[in-house]
């Protein structure tokens, strides 16, 4: 069965620490890998990933996609209060355009 | 289990017609949710419920109606005024609605004939 799993399930730091999220996955002909961050209502998308091995950043957000591990990594850096929030993985398959969910990891980031 | 369930998995709609897409969580949560996923891009906030007999309008409720008459279920129909209906809909649910983990149905696909 289809599943992502996301680690850890919350996180506490202090403002100015770098944070490293992890999403792995076992999906049937992975289509793409989507990152978004929760804060009130509507999650907020934040990147995309389809090819392994590509970066793609925003600002301090980063992240990576590794095909053969089967993972993604979102990287914050100099961590604000803002960024408090649930990060969200998502994954979609080609064969019956799932979209499966991971359960969020909660980052709080303290003054 | 507890859990959030979707159907129909694949919905195919003629043109003029409209078709309800079902949501049903036993969660025991107040909130739900109704986004819309297009190829390439993000979620997209249709219409949400705080509480049971009560609902808003998110970022593209245009051409979409809900209900919330239990708290259980939070069906969203898709009317005939909604020019673009082929999209991945998914449901969520939380316990409150104040920034609380979503939690996610499989979702349906939606077809146009």
């Known amino acids: 069965e289809d599943k992502v799993v996301q680690s850890p399930l919350s996180l506490v730091v202090h403002e100015g620490d770098t944070v490293t999220l992890n999403c792995s996955y076992e999906?049937?002909?992975?289509?793409?890998l989507l990152w978004y961050k929760q804060e009130k209502k509507a999650p907020t998308f934040l990147f995309m990933l389809?090819?392994?091995?590509i970066e793609k950043k925003s600002g301090r957000l980063s992240s990576i996609l590794d095909k053969k591990e089967l993972s993604s990594i979102l990287n914050i850096t100099a961590t604000q209060t803002g960024d408090s929030a649930i990060y969200l993985c998502?994954?979609?398959?080609?064969?019956?355009?799932?979209?499966?969910f991971g359960a969020g990891t909660r980052l709080t980031v303290k003054p | 289990d507890g859990g959030i369930t979707q159907s129909p998995k694949y919905l195919f709609r003629k043109e003029g017609q409209n078709v309800t897409l079902s949501c049903e969580q036993n969660l025991n949560h107040d909130a739900m949710y109704w986004y819309r996923q297009d190829p390439g891009q993000g979620l997209r906030l249709i219409y949400y419920s705080q509480i049971v007999n009560d609902f808003q309008k998110g970022d593209i409720a245009e051409g979409y109606s809900v209900s919330r008459e239990k708290k259980e279920s939070f069906p969203l129909t898709v009317t005939s005024a909604q020019k673009n209906p082929t999209a991945f809909y998914l449901c969520?649910?939380?316990?409150?609605?104040?920034?609380?983990?979503?939690?996610f149905g499989p979702g349906t696909r939606l077809l146009v004939l």
């Open positions: 998502a994954v979609e398959a080609y064969n019956n355009n799932d979209m499966r």
């Open positions: 389809t090819s392994s091995g």
């Open positions: 999906v049937t002909n992975f289509r793409s």
């Open positions: 969520a649910s939380s316990i409150g609605h104040r920034g609380e983990t979503q939690y």
